[in-house]
């Protein structure tokens, strides 16, 4: 079980930051500095996320949706708040652009 979990987060946590940076590359980021402090926030924030919806699949089955949901504001409000004053990135708000990475991350990972 733990060789699973751990798989689990390392296939995430590479797809969601091969999504985001590729997105963010699409939308103009270009900054080096830039793409550390994405990948780095990612680092931070999605191995929790995904590692609590895995436990609760282990233990309950599917997540319900508000749960689901609620980790992904958390980790969507998590990375603005890291990113806000950090960015170089200037052609859209630090908000937004978290929000369009997220919601390209979140929307491949239904894809799997």
Do not use: C, H
């Not at 689990?8 to 550390?36: C, M, Q, Y």
């Not at 980790?71 to 990135?89: I, K, P």
């Amino acid at each position: 079980m733990t060789a699973d979990l751990i798989r689990s987060l390392l296939i995430s946590l590479g797809f969601t930051l091969l999504l985001e940076l590729g997105a963010a590359f699409v939308l103009g980021v270009r900054d080096k500095r830039d793409f550390l402090l994405l990948l780095l926030v990612n680092v931070v924030t999605n191995p929790p996320l995904v590692l609590t919806l895995d436990l609760w699949y282990i233990a309950r089955g599917m997540p319900p949706w508000y749960l689901i949901g609620a980790l992904e504001l958390a980790a969507t409000a998590a990375e603005w708040l890291l990113l806000r004053r950090r960015l170089a990135y200037q052609k859209l708000s630090p908000l937004l652009l978290i929000i369009l990475l997220n919601t390209i991350s979140f929307s491949g990972g239904l894809l799997l």
